[in-house]
């Protein structure tokens, strides 16, 4: 990127951020990155509780007398926020035992491949286009399968034993220690572990496999304080798990023997309605606020920290509570049909717009669509098991409109979706049982 320079026209368009001395004063000036007289310590962050997570970093005793005070003055501050907001309280979560408890035990270890400079779960990592084969749900080489099954038997079946434990909870646990990673690995493996068995006529282990990669999904979305990435998470697990079954596992069992009713239920297809994800939009704002964004808009040593953290605070916690009060009793219909809530953020400086921003308060991005749109997969998949069992093909339980059901190619997509909305879903192959 060209500095700025008066005899360099080019660079003049970054000039713009010079607006910030209007509305900042002498903050935004010391800020502001053309400023000879800022001085950057190396490896500063720019970025908003950036300075945080140094001084968490660090093993100096004053640096951790630091961070404690830094988050006792953020929940503190939470507490006076939630006792002008008493909607958004939320229960904690329920106590599980480490040995039932599959979130903990996830995390565990996550956070021991991450200490351990790992980047897969695995000593053998996938190939490249075990990758790819995985993502766009193609045939892969059996023999190549099978012998990365058998090399990493160990981690598969550690994983395996995690997503079948029966609990989940994130009691005791903050939202700086849950470590998240390797999900869609974890799904891989279990994956590739029930086509193993199938091909080798092992239906009871490769059905555990499958529940094992709902258990997965479960230790996230099933928690008592889920935030929204918890959930996204796991309907995307759980998604990549119900496209294998259709697309590589059922079609390897003998034909005219599959009990489609067993694996309908093994796959657990529910849809989530709106006010269960008023739930985590509360959940989220319960857990992130205390946590991370207060003390972090506490720290004044913060480059990143806006001036006016205060309204920031009160910005995002009002369109927390807007959005989730927007999703309670809502039917799907209803709330894909919905417009975004939008709460004033003209009020805010230039750096905590930005924030705004940042957090989905903008028209940017509209985490709503996530929700529906995997409510949409879920229903397209329960028609698929309809057909699959003789039955006509059903509704689309969102909108109540027709699939589009090609008999001859054996091809089911969503109907054209209102608003001319297009959720990037690929036609679903419905298996000849």
Do not use: C
Not at 56 to 75: F, H, M, T, W, Y
Not at 101 to 107: I, R
Not at 408 to 422: N, Q, Y
């Amino acid at each position: 990127m060209k500095p700025f320079s008066l005899v360099n026209p080019g660079s003049w368009r970054r000039m713009g951020d010079a607006g910030e001395l209007i509305d900042e004063g002498y903050d935004a000036l010391m800020g502001w990155e053309y400023n000879p007289w800022r001085k950057i310590r190396t490896g500063e962050s720019l970025d908003l509780g950036g300075h945080l997570g140094s001084l968490r970093q660090s093993d100096r005793p004053e640096d951790k007398a630091e961070v404690e005070r830094l988050e006792k003055l953020g929940r503190e501050w939470y507490e006076r926020i939630l006792a002008r907001y008493p909607d958004l309280a939320q229960a904690g979560d329920k106590e599980v035992p480490l040995k039932e408890n599959g979130f903990q035990q996830w995390s565990e270890l996550v956070k021991r491949l991450r200490e351990e400079k790992k980047d897969s779960l695995f000593e053998k990592p996938f190939s490249r286009e075990m990758e790819d084969s995985f993502r766009k749900q193609t045939p892969q080489d059996p023999a190549e399968v099978r012998e990365w099954v058998s090399e990493n038997r160990a981690r598969i079946d550690e994983i395996r034993a995690i997503g079948l434990l029966p609990g989940q909870s994130a009691q005791g646990i903050g939202d700086d220690e849950r470590n998240y990673g390797f999900d869609s690995q974890g799904i891989q493996a279990l994956v590739m572990d029930a086509q193993t068995a199938v091909a080798d006529g092992d239906l009871d282990r490769s059905m555990e496999s499958i529940r094992a990669a709902n258990g997965l999904a479960d230790h996230h979305s099933k928690i008592g304080t889920p935030t929204v990435y918890d959930t996204l998470i796991a309907a995307h697990m759980r998604s990549q798990t119900q496209n294998h079954v259709l697309s590589t596992i059922l079609p390897a069992l003998p034909s005219g023997q599959t009990d489609v009713a067993a694996w309908e239920a093994l796959l657990d297809l529910k849809l989530q309605q709106p006010a269960d994800f008023a739930r985590t939009l509360r959940s989220e704002w319960n857990v992130r606020m205390p946590a991370r964004l207060l003390p972090a808009m506490s720290d004044t040593r913060d480059p990143a920290n806006p001036p006016d953290a205060d309204h920031l605070a009160e910005t995002y916690t009002r369109h927390m509570q807007e959005t989730a009060k927007q999703a309670d009793g809502m039917s799907l219909a209803d709330y894909a049909a919905s417009p975004k809530v939008m709460v004033p953020v003209d009020h805010l400086s230039r750096k905590a717009h930005g924030e705004a921003m940042s957090l989905g308060i903008g028209p940017a991005y509209d985490i709503r669509s996530r929700f529906v749109g995997d409510q949409e997969l879920t229903g397209l998949t329960q028609a698929a098991f309809a057909i699959m069992k003789g039955r006509p093909v059903p509704l689309d339980p969102v909108y109540g409109l027709p699939y589009k059901w090609d008999p001859e190619k054996r091809t089911l997509a969503l109907p054209d979706l209102p608003g001319g909305r297009k959720f990037r879903q690929k036609p679903l192959t419905v298996p000849r049982m």
